[in-house]
């Protein structure tokens, strides 16, 4: 009875630590020893369907990213997007978007969207030309009150890889015992000096990646203009806000 009492004690032993029993314990997996970030913002435009337009939809998509050498945003990504439901409210003073925008030959299908977004955001591992793997690339998304981009668009990035303007502390407002998010807007006067989402945004756009049609700047949001902003607040603040959470991006290397 001793002797299977202890066979039973080292059995719980083995389990509870995570291990199992006459089998060797797996060598942990480590990260990849060459490994590159990529920042990439990103901001969707919603138009509304059902009653009085409550429900949100993709109505259009953006990712840009900043040129480390010369300063300026690039874009990446930038379309609009067919709606799935019969739109009840385009949003256009807050959107920008109308029903010529989604209903030009320009705008992809939802699936063709996100299957570019989901590409982009998880680029594969570079493999050089002897078969070998070379650099990993990781993408640290940016954004502003990313949920909701991510609820029209049906992804989800891995939460330990977003910076969310939005949810940054030094960035909140208290309101009696909660945290709530400022504007974007107001965050971008606050911290940067610049005024956005009033036709007259400052930040310097790369005119190789990006042709601005006419209809841009008319009434309402760019999403270029506000992907562009949350990364340049990103950047204003970086090393305080990477120090905030223990440097993870440093231990990944």
Known sequence: RKQKNKKRK???????SGGTRNKKAQ???QPHSDVSYQFVALDCEMVGYGRKGIN????????????????KVKVLYDTYVKPTKHVTDYRTQWSGVTKEHLESDAAVTFEVCRSKVRKLLNPSDIHTDDGDEG???????VGHALKNDFQVLRYYHPRSLTRDTAMYKPFMRQV??????????????????ITIQNNDCTIEIDKDTHEEDD???????????????????????SDEWEKSLGYPLQRQR
């Open 27 to 29: 060598p942990q997996q």
């Open 56 to 71: 949100s939809m993709l109505a259009r998509c953006s990712l840009v990213t900043i040129d480390d050498d010369s300063g």
């Open 10 to 16: 080292r059995g719980n032993i083995a389990r509870n």
């Open 215 to 237: 209809d841009e700047t008319g009434d309402g949001h760019s999403s270029i203009e506000d992907a562009a902003a949350t990364l340049l607040l990103y950047r204003h603040v």
């Open 176 to 193: 009696r015992k909660r945290m709530l998010p400022h504007k974007l807007s107001y965050l971008c006067e606050e911290h940067l000096g």
């Open 135 to 141: 650099e990993s690339k990781i993408v640290i998304l």
